[in-house]
C-alpha cells in the first residue's frame, strides 16, 4: 500500500470511487439510463454505499452535476472577439481540464430528465446571462442570452452528444471561429 492510499481515508476514497464512477456513468449514459448498481460496480463497492454516502441517485447526480463555468471576465476582453472567446471557453469545458465536470453530464441527462433540464437551464439563467447581459442593451439581454445558450448547447449537442462526424472534424480553431462569429452577434445585440 502506497503511503497517499494510507493517508486517505477509506471513507473519502470511496466517495470519490463513487462520484467518478458516476461521473463516468452519466456522461456516457445520461441519467436515466444509468443505475444505482452500474455506479457501484464500476466504483468496486456494493450499493448500498451509495445510498450511505449520497441518499439517492438523485442525490449523487445533484453532487457529479454541480457547475461552475467559470466565465472568463468578458469586460476585460477584446470586443470584437467576445463570441470567440465565449466559444473557446465551452469548448475547454468539454475537451480540456474541465471535461470531466457536470456540464457533459448535465447535457446529456438534459434530453430524457426534467430535473436535469431545468438544471442545465438554471445555469445558462444565473452563470451566462448575466454574463451576456453585460455586452449590448438590457432591453433584449434574455433574448441574446437565450441565443448564446442555443448556439452553445446545440454545438455541444451536435459535438459531443449526437457525435455528428463533420462537426466531430472541424478543429477547435475553426469552430471557435465560424460559431464565434454568431455568438459575438448575439452575445453583443448586433444585427437583432
Known amino acids: 500500500m502506497n503511503a497517499q492510499r494510507r493517508a486517505t481515508p477509506k471513507s473519502i476514497r470511496t466517495r470519490e470511487a463513487i462520484e467518478i464512477a458516476a461521473r463516468e456513468l452519466f456522461m456516457a449514459n445520461g441519467f436515466d439510463r444509468t443505475t444505482v448498481r452500474e455506479i457501484a460496480a464500476r466504483a ?11 441518499g439517492s441517485k438523485d442525490g449523487l447526480f445533484a453532487r457529479v452535476a454541480t457547475i461552475d463555468l467559470q466565465l472568463p471576465d468578458l469586460s476585460k476582453a477584446d470586443p470584437a472577439t467576445i463570441g470567440e472567446t465565449l466559444v473557446r471557453h465551452f469548448l475547454d469545458q468539454w475537451e ?37 447581459a453585460l455586452l449590448g442593451p438590457a432591453s433584449n439581454a434574455p433574448m441574446r442570452a437565450g441565443l448564446v445558450a442555443s448556439q452553445l448547447l446545440g454545438l455541444a449537442m451536435a459535438r459531443y452528444v449526437l457525435c455528428l462526424p463533420p462537426v466531430v472534424a472541424m478543429s477547435r480553431d475553426l469552430i471557435a471561429r465560424t460559431i464565434g462569429e454568431t455568438v459575438q452577434r448575439y452575445a453583443t445585440g448586433m444585427s437583432l
Open 96 to 132: 480540456g481540464k474541465h471535461s470531466r465536470g457536470g456540464l457533459p453530464i448535465l447535457l446529456r441527462s438534459a434530453a430524457s430528465n426534467p430535473e436535469a433540464a431545468e438544471r442545465l437551464g438554471d445555469l445558462f439563467r444565473i452563470q451566462v446571462s448575466p454574463a451576456v
Open 44 to 54: 468496486g463497492i456494493d450499493a448500498s454505499m451509495i445510498i450511505r454516502y449520497f
